[in-house]
């Protein structure tokens, strides 16, 4: 069976992801700054699922260390989801630079150098899927997702830009635009339920966009339709909303 690695597994999200493909017999890598918060998680799948679940150490930020740490993996994971994402405070990123880059590196450059590594693996061999996490905030720049969103937005085109290069030595690159989500990050706030995916059915997308070799999916079909709107918005009228 493959072996699904999923890089910033601590989350809500990844750990679902986790158990869904866990679930399916994949064998499971987990990867987080973290690592041995996510021995719970070990234990839990390689019992509840009886597949094989390993951790390991890893860092966005430290780029560096993506090399060493891709090359040391063994087994290589046939499917490389990259779940990891910050989101800080908008307006304290707009003001500190240094939460800003943050941000910025996290969502984008730690993605890319993690990813560009992979998808050289899978260029070599001929085959293999990369899965990434970006959001339905990269779809256009708002006052209240400034930095987070222009952040994802790049993650988004990288991906666009990484299936058209992969595709003729047949990697799959799929990309995933969650919306909002009920996770522990999200406690508290008022979240329209009709537009919020829990971390389950953004796992159940997730599998379901690499078992049918899907583009772009949106976990909450609705997004698909209301990003189509806001994007189409005259910028004339669109600069002046409070979004």
């Known amino acids: ?6 890089l910033g597994a601590g989350s809500d999200i990844a750990i679902a992801i986790a158990r ?5 017999g994949y064998d499971i890598q987990l990867a987080a700054r973290e690592a041995d918060r996510l021995k719970p998680l070990e234990s839990d ?10 951790i390991h150490a890893f860092d966005a930020l430290s780029f560096s260390s993506h090399e060493p740490f891709f090359k040391a993996l063994e087994p290589k994971p046939e499917i490389t989801i990259c779940v990891f994402g910050l989101m800080q405070e908008e307006d304290l990123a707009f003001e500190d630079f240094d939460e800003a880059l943050r941000m910025i590196q996290t969502n984008y450059s730690g993605a890319v150098s993690i990813l560009n590594r992979v998808a050289g693996y899978y ?10 996490i970006s959001s339905v905030a990269g779809e256009r720049g708002r006052q209240s997702k400034l930095i987070y969103g222009s952040s994802k937005a790049a993650f988004s085109v990288y991906l666009d830009g990484l299936r ?3 595709y003729k030595d047949q990697v799959h690159v799929v990309t995933v635009k969650p919306g ?4 522990k990050m999200t406690e508290g706030l008022k979240l329209p339920a009709p537009l919020t995916a829990s971390p389950e059915e953004v796992a159940d997308a997730v599998f379901k966009s690499v078992l049918n070799r ?3 999916v949106y976990v ?14 005259p910028e004339f009228q669109f600069k002046k909303m409070n979004l």
């Open 45 to 54: 799948i390689r019992v509840r699922f009886g597949v094989d679940c390993s």
């Open 180 to 183: 909002f989500v009920f996770t």
């Open 20 to 24: 869904k493909f866990a679930s399916r």
């Open 220 to 233: 909450k079909w609705m997004w698909r339709w209301i990003m189509l709107i806001i994007r189409n918005i």
């Open 214 to 216: 899907k583009n772009t």
């Open 123 to 132: 260029s070599r061999q001929k085959h293999g899927t990369i899965v990434g």
């Open 164 to 166: 058209n290069k992969m």
């Open 1 to 6: 069976m493959s072996t699904v690695l999923i």
